[in-house]
């Protein structure tokens, strides 16, 4: 049976992304909300004001989402007062104690609201003969001390963000640094099947890193097992993707291991002029002279590739596009009826996408370096997504979640 | 005499950030809003829908606002049509064109409301023969096509935030790395400025780093000068200053050129046996064996300071707080009455002042390593600002505002 | 059978690295080297010169060193001309010819010495009737051009260092980013193995994100099995361990999907509350409040454990040092013996260890920030090998090698 | 009158770094050396051995060397018994305590070598009545110990790197991050100045966010001043800079405060455009659309400029090249004579630059973020140094020595 609490909020709640954060708090946790009641300031200066309804099947999540919205500033309307539980040892709150914020805080007790003198995180509330009630942190509540119990009767203000005419701008990602990954892995995987059930295209934009991370053959097996339609990259790591597959090395470094059968530091060099003798990535693969990666399955499986040129590009192969803007023409020509980006260790190649995609296309941008990630998912990009980790392990991950189950 | 123009959104605009971003980018120019018609949708499906008034005195910013709200969906109620204008020679759109989004967009033409077929960000619109409207990158644009030029007619759907049950989690931070920063070293004076005038107290929490990158003079001219009322750090600060002061080096390092008198590595090590010998900072100010310096200042102007320890502190200096919980409660014992807080190039003592501040507390985090600005700004501190920048620089820019003038 | 070849290095080689980096490419590669001769400059402004035998079983792996050799400027010594092939097609080289560095080079043709005009990477070496010889890149080669093929006969100048009274300082970090990580886990699990097996112990040093990212239970594993002998983390560490046991969470977020029982964001101070009420970890894993995870494993096999206190906890836990140089003294007391030190995640007290530990001890530092590994690696810790990547992924990978083998 | 001193080290002091950082230390205090001995070993297992004389003006500076050295395990040669005082209180070292290191020590106490049990960094040494030897930190030292003061008599084995066989690799980095930047402009300043002296010309390499960051004035004035010979960069800084100079912004935000007078999001699009109208940047300043920044100095000037494309770029400029074999060839065509280059806030068109230079060009990578300068500094650029900063405050830095003085 459905459970529902109603909660106020009230404040600059629109600007100060409050109301936003409240329905993102909501739904993340799996409950659902009806608006009651709101009225938007008119102007910068008049407060907003909103009642709304908490809905959830499951009385505990509710419970933690009214938590967490106090954190907001979004209360319960309280017609009682809070709950005085006296500490029953130093140092030690009672169970269920009211845990603070460092907003501004008041509660309930005999009928009437008491201010928390300084308000400060993480602490409990005791309210003392003086009638004052005071944030204290756990090491000194003393035995017999008035603590807040339970969050009935207690009301926290919204937060402001510092508004108006100002250099300051707010930047908003969707970036998880420190999130567990296989959580992460599993929701990619999830849309991405989806978007392939609904009969649109996924789009892999791939930087060199992918193969130095051993990547490779991950990338290639979803190329191979259909589960990407459509491949964008450099010269760097078309070059490195046939050198792994020829030599066994990506920049002269063995990527699995073992020594490098001959050359090193020059081995894509000698690798890109090969290709340039075959005359381009598909007639090497013909001849047998690639026999595996992440090129070899585009070109078995008839998986379109552009590969952009850049000025700091060796060779090029001659699949390269030199000029840069017959590049990210052919890059728009094959784009129509792309569901999911995903760019793998790319920056250049992955801005160059994301310039040319409709906002509606589902885009994640996964690299180990969170500057590069903030950057993608920053530039006007509103549906992209930024996952931190190693590209190796994130490849790997897709594979066990879309070909091995 | 004020102008002013009537906007309109419609779509998740209050989870998707949308309004509140729209009322930023008002207020950042320095124009005004008034709200005239909100509703706001009642469960997650519903969409919401606003229109509001732009007021500025400027017409060319309001122009400029208007520009700028259209990339979030906010259109100009239509009634006209869009303005089309051919275009004079190959690869060149006409003056005044309408660069695009990425958004959904239609343009009304001849009455009707026609959709760009795939969106596509900084390009112009073309209509063509077939009736058809694309958006074409202004190299493919041919003399004699037909192209939207102004804002009039055209209308931009919002874009949407993903939403629901994800894994994902949007980060708001107001982090600012590559402004012109002289611009944010200016504001930053000014609130302090108004924080004193208000009769507020200025912290100053301090990393090593302030010492080695330069900035201890700069930071000694500000505690001299009455700008800063309570310093927050740790050992290494204090003993890099001190170090600094008696050896012209931090951590060996010289400061300010030249050749360290003696010493070197271990310079730190031997500067705090002696302020032990002496039994603390004040003592050997006293004596003068230290003469200059962020402390040397502090002593003779009576600014509270709190050392915490750490479990990586050499020696440590006997000012130090061993025992973190006492070190936490002075703290917690100087802080009220604080307006705002500066964090310089601090990790571990921001993140511990961070936790004891109430939100009111403006709070500006300096760090050239923008993981760090985040992480702080990130923590619940809703107050927090991160700048982005060599803390030398921006030390001495601040003296320069608020000292020099 | 064994080959052998002998080179020669002249210039600066001690001070600008190159005899270093000439020994490490030499045993990186599995071979071996003796030095035949070597005269070290008297005085800064004298060159040095060094002849030496690298020594290597496979003909193949000794040729791969002489080429990254030659990128040294360790020359084979040559009595013979280069070889010169004939390009047989336009922006194709012959195969085998030599690919340039940026460094002064010279061919022996015809038995003279000719200098290439101006050294650039990644050409191929063209000489023409003019009798100049040209780095040329590979699409401006010509059908007709003579080459150079092969190494012999081609001669390099060792690369510089800029070096004397400066205010720039090398860095010397051994840090791998782009690296596969698979192979690195390995060579981590190899030396642990190692240790152990020599009768050292073992130290990981754990910080809070080692729990956000989910690699709690592979530590827990890791201790169970009886990898780790030593922990050394904070208060966040262990919190967040226990409130992942007893909640389901990480600082409020869920660590393996699902939806948080009870509580949210202020899990982890509830869960210190509670442990305050029993009077320790140990009490609370015996009591049965408490029945996984890293400290409980610790307690179960009674694996020394050192919490270190900071300014920045919360509660804190019954068992953290509050005062620190007790903290550094503890841990001093259970360091003699160490083999082997793990810095997971963690950078406070990562540096606290290494401030402690004798160069002797083996230590590797995993983080997904560089920053943090870099400055790890650079503090004087000469022994310490830095890893980038998700710490999550690492110690998965650790237990697959140790354990789940 | 010149002091000198003889030291000794031993181990394997090539390899690991040992002999090089040694002379490096030596030349960057301002001191000299001259080796007297030096035995290195045949092959990896044996020992080197090198004795060598510092050198030196300044007593004190020698002193200093002195204590750095032994720090690397370069020990004076010693004949005599270390010295021994007594605290005089529990807590402090005597003055001129010997301060240790992590690595094996030993101290000649009444004529033979004791080795301290346990080596720690930052220690004192006391030698207790049980004829043992301990590092003892200072708040441990009680009155009456007897404490080892000065290096006489103290022999500190030299560190070592991992070697052998490894998937860890060293990397060599000349980066500054936490040095005061003011010594390291001014040392740019002078190695500009001498290159300008020798006749050879200066490259500076640009990123956009020289712009945004409000570089772009300083870089303006050291072309006009004839500081700058040669310019290279993408369609993103010249757009941007175009922009700044027509409408006051940078990508829509203005660089010096002030309200922008038109436009916003879509400036530089706007501005493109109408350079490409009258053909070129050349032309646009002919006909006086554009009157100031670093792409109007070029042209007025003389100074040759290349624009490289990328497959991201708007418009393009007509003056970029779409070919990138084209502006790579273009580049090489331009650069003889370069004597030191400056990479500002560039990772594309640095790299693709630093692929082209000579290995003796001086090359300076200033950027904020430290990933990208170790990146551009690693790859087999063995000339090149950064420099960690905000790059408008490196680039007004070098007006200020270069045109201000």
């Not at 090491?139 to 203000?157: Q, S, Y």
């Not at 995987?189 to 890193?209: H, M, Q, S």
């Not at 259909?226 to 002269?252: C, K, P, Q, R």
């Not at 040129?309 to 192969?317: A, E």
């Amino acid at each position: 049976m459905p459970v529902s609490e109603i909660v106020e909020i009230e404040g600059h709640i629109i600007d100060s992304l409050i109301l936003a954060k409240v329905m993102d708090i909501i739904l993340a946790a799996g409950a659902d909300y009806r608006i009651l009641e709101v009225e938007i300031g008119k102007t910068n200066a008049d407060p907003s004001h909103c009642r709304l309804e908490v809905i959830g099947d499951d009385p505990d999540v509710v419970a933690t989402v009214l938590d967490e919205l106090q954190l907001q500033g979004a209360n319960r309307i309280h017609t009682t007062d809070a709950e005085l539980v006296s500490a029953d040892r130093d140092g030690v709150l009672p169970a269920g104690f009211y845990s603070t914020t460092n907003l501004p805080t008041s509660v309930r007790i005999d009928g009437r609201w008491v201010q928390v003198e300084i308000p400060e995180m993480d602490c409990g509330l005791v309210y003392r003969e003086d009638r004052r009630l005071r944030a204290v942190p756990m090491h000194r509540v003393k035995a017999g001390d008035l603590v807040v119990v339970g969050t009935e009767g207690v009301r926290v203000a919204a937060p402001e963000r510092p508004r108006g005419h100002t250099p300051f701008e707010f930047m908003i990602s969707d970036v998880s640094s420190e999130k567990p990954k296989d959580l992460l892995v599993r929701e990619v995987a999830e849309r991405i099947r989806r978007t392939k059930d609904g009969g649109y295209k996924v789009l892999a934009v791939c930087g060199p890193a992918v193969i130095h991370t051993g990547a490779g053959p991950a990338v290639a097996t979803l190329v191979r097992e259909g589960w990407i339609d459509l491949l964008f990259a450099g010269n760097g790591f078309a070059a490195h993707d046939l050198e792994s597959n020829v030599m066994g090395t990506s920049l002269g470094v063995p990527v699995r291991g073992g020594t490098p059968a001959e050359g090193g530091h020059s081995n894509h060099v000698r690798v890109i002029n090969e290709i340039r003798r075959y005359g381009g990535v598909a007639a090497a693969v013909d001849k047998g002279y690639i026999d595996g990666g992440v090129m070899y399955e585009c070109v078995k499986r008839g998986v379109p590739f552009v590969l952009g040129g850049s000025v700091r590009d060796d060779g090029p192969l001659p699949d390269v596009y030199a000029n840069v803007i017959e590049a990210a023409d052919a890059m728009r020509y094959v784009l129509p009826g792309t569901g999911v980006a995903l760019m793998l260790a790319s920056t250049l190649h992955a801005i160059a996408t994301g310039n040319l995609l409709p906002a509606w296309v589902e885009t994640y941008c996964i690299d180990i370096n969170p500057a590069v990630v903030t950057k993608l998912t920053d530039r006007g990009s509103h549906q992209a997504l930024g996952i931190v980790t190693d590209v190796g392990l994130f490849a790997s991950g897709l594979v066990e979640q879309l070909v091995r189950t």
